[in-house]
């Protein structure tokens, strides 16, 4: 049986090829290769056992402590042992290690040359004490003639003694303990970039049902119920105490002020969407709305004071401070003027949800949906194979809107129905996205894998050299075979509650992106949204999920981060993408350009229409009369000769040439 050669050769050494064992029938001519292979096999199907079910480390005894006269010897207590080939090494005696002996072997291995240093000179040092396994061929025999061209010769070794030898070297041992958060880190990459696009994912979350809502109702009543109601006495109340103070309110003030204008603005904006009739039915059922127009005034003085706020203070996150910014200036755009802002339904809308909708966040949108598209498309591309099939082709066929320029401070330029949707569109695709490759990735991590091992030395203990002379050694951090085997042992606790996890979430549906339903009249019952502006805490099973894989629990050891290579972008290429977007940005101005020109052009289709329609019916022949009336000398008619001639011209006087002017 081969064992250097897994799935082709190039294989690590400790991974087996196809198991293959002899069978024996009478009459057989058996040779030293049939009784080998049964040696081989027996040998190679232990070493798997130990390395899958056991994993390297420690099984019992071996413990190290100092020589009773001290010294550079150590003493190695009898004990049992499995490298991470899933080789036995036992230690049937106590043996004594002359420390200083093995580290000059390791500086001379190390160098290639003996120098001679003298270790008194040396100061403090840290080395580990490992244990390796090696064989010996043993009891040589001269075997018998044979028919072979080339027998060979003298003696051959009958037998292999297995045994163990002592190394020392420095604290770089190979860690083989399997922590999930690992694999998982392997999926998701570097957690700062992937936890920079969740979290664009959680505020998009807020907005794609407001999105989809908003553009296909521009035109219908949100439903204001007594929750509304409820929100807006409460907002309103704490408003009129706080909102007319001099001067911008400190950080903690200002976020609970945002918090009640947007609650109070969602409040009169949802009024706004009723007509006249339907306002008055509204405040005879609630009778605080009778002071709409004190709250816009209430909201405008709110809106002026948080302008002059510390932001950055108040907001410490680039994305909650966006959404604070959107909060005051749609508040003082769409419903403190006096019967709101019907020229923006959409917005309106939007703030009615709770959820303004600015210039600038949608260029902050635009800018989010790229970033989540991008990651996970590389992290897709990174991965390779997953156990979601139609994931990446979906993901990458996500029309994502072009990135925009930042937009003037407090602009209120009004949304195209058409760019909010595409928006909403791509948000909701995303999400569900970003849901499905978390989900794929947790759910691979509860397997450990099957390592490739290049370091089958098992530690022992830690050793702490002054001079030549061991002064400390420590155990404690050496790896130790646990029921279920090393590579579960650290998260076993974890397990149970994982499996929990995994088996909800990994047998629930995939999310779909699915357009928000509402009914085809009347209102649009849709609820206000509530922690807009709070922590955005991450609840659920995929969230606990992943929140065990990740946290450490205590004395475990935290997950390896993943090295990625970082590519730097040429000059050139960066350049191209600026005036891409340059581009991008100066066809967007030209085609709202060239809409609005439309817009104009069927308006004045519209009033040459209503003017054809006025017009009487004979005026065309009145006209054509008058025209040709004109056209005949005044006083004159034809006579018998014909008709007349028209009036000669009048010539104009001509003008002497000036000096050094040419006749």
Not at 338 to 349: C, I, T, W
């Amino acid at each position: 049986m081969r064992t250097d050669c897994a799935c082709g050769c190039g294989g690590d050494v400790t991974r087996s090829s196809a198991f293959v064992r002899p069978r024996f029938f009478a009459g057989q001519l058996l040779t030293e290769d049939d009784l080998g292979l049964l040696v081989d096999y027996t040998t190679a199907k232990g070493r798997l056992h130990n390395r899958s079910l056991y994993g390297p480390g420690v099984i019992c005894g071996l413990g190290v402590t100092c020589a009773p006269c001290g010294g550079g010897t150590v003493t190695v207590h009898p004990g049992h042992a499995l490298d991470c080939a899933g080789n036995d090494i036992v230690v049937p005696c106590t043996e004594q290690v002359d420390v200083g002996a093995l580290v000059r072997e390791q500086r001379v291995n190390a160098l290639g040359v003996d120098c001679g240093e003298n270790c008194d000179d040396e100061g403090d040092r840290r080395y580990g004490l490992y244990v390796r396994y090696q064989e010996t061929p043993v009891e040589p025999v001269a075997p018998y003639a044979t028919e072979e061209p080339c027998p060979s010769p003298g003696c051959v070794p009958s037998r292999i003694q297995e045994g163990f030898r002592f190394v020392v070297r420095y604290d770089d041992f190979e860690d083989h303990r399997h922590n999930p958060g690992t694999r998982l880190l392997a999926h998701i990459g570097d957690l700062a970039r992937a936890d920079r696009a969740r979290t664009r994912d959680r505020r998009l979350e807020y907005y794609t049902d407001a999105l989809s809502t908003a553009s296909a109702g521009t035109g219908r009543t949100f439903r204001f119920d007594a929750a509304d109601a409820q929100r807006y006495a409460a907002s309103l109340a704490w408003l009129r105490q706080h909102a007319g103070g001099e001067g911008p309110p400190p950080a903690p003030a200002a976020r609970e002020m945002t918090e009640h204008v947007r609650a109070l603005a969602a409040g009169v904006a949802r009024y706004d969407t009723y007509d006249a009739a339907g306002q008055e039915r509204l405040t005879a059922q609630y009778p605080d709305l009778a002071t709409v127009q004190e709250a816009r005034g209430v909201l405008g003085a709110a809106c002026e004071r948080l302008r002059g706020a510390d932001s950055e203070a108040a907001w410490p996150g680039p994305l909650h401070r966006a959404l604070a910014g959107a909060v005051v200036t749609e508040t003082a755009a769409r419903v403190v003027p006096e019967g709101g802002d019907p020229d923006a339904p959409l917005e309106v809308r939007m703030v009615a949800r709770g959820t303004p909708l600015s210039h600038a966040l949608r260029v902050a949108f635009r800018a989010d949906l790229g970033l989540i598209r991008g990651w996970l498309l590389a992290r897709l591309d990174q991965v390779g194979e997953t156990g979601d099939g139609r994931l990446r082709t979906e993901v990458a066929a996500v029309d994502v809107p072009p990135l925009l320029p930042a937009p003037p401070p407090d602009s209120t330029e009004k949304a195209a129905i058409a760019e909010v949707q595409r928006i909403a569109e791509a948000a909701a695709a995303l999400t569900a996205a970003l849901r499905r490759f978390l989900t794929d990735a947790a759910c691979a991590t509860l397997g450990p894998p099957c390592g490739d091992c290049t370091d089958t030395d098992v530690l022992l203990a830690e050793l702490e050299l002054d001079g030549c002379d061991v002064v400390r050694v420590c155990s404690g951090t050496r790896e130790q075979v646990l029921p279920g085997g090393g590579a579960y042992g650290e998260w076993l606790p974890k397990l149970y509650r994982l499996r929990e996890l995994a088996e909800r979430v990994c047998r629930a549906p995939l999310p779909r992106a699915e357009k928000p339903a509402f009914p085809p009249q009347g209102d649009i019952v849709r609820p206000y949204a509530a922690g807009l502006l709070g922590d955005w805490p991450r609840s659920g099973d995929l969230e606990e999920m992943l929140s065990l894989l990740l946290t450490p629990a205590p004395g475990e050891t935290p997950p390896k981060a993943l090295h990625e290579q970082v590519y730097t972008t040429p000059g050139e290429v960066t350049d191209s993408i600026r005036e891409l977007s340059i581009l991008r940005t100066q066809v967007a101005e030209l085609t709202a350009s060239l809409e609005g020109l439309r817009a104009q052009l069927g308006t004045a289709r519209c009033e040459v229409g209503r003017l054809s329609e006025r017009v009487p019916d004979d005026l065309g022949d009145r006209l054509a009369h008058l025209e040709g009336s004109a056209d005949e000398p005044s006083g004159e008619s034809a006579g018998p000769e014909g008709p007349a001639k028209p009036p000669a011209r009048r010539t104009r006087p001509s003008r002497s040439p000036k000096s050094g002017e040419t006749p």
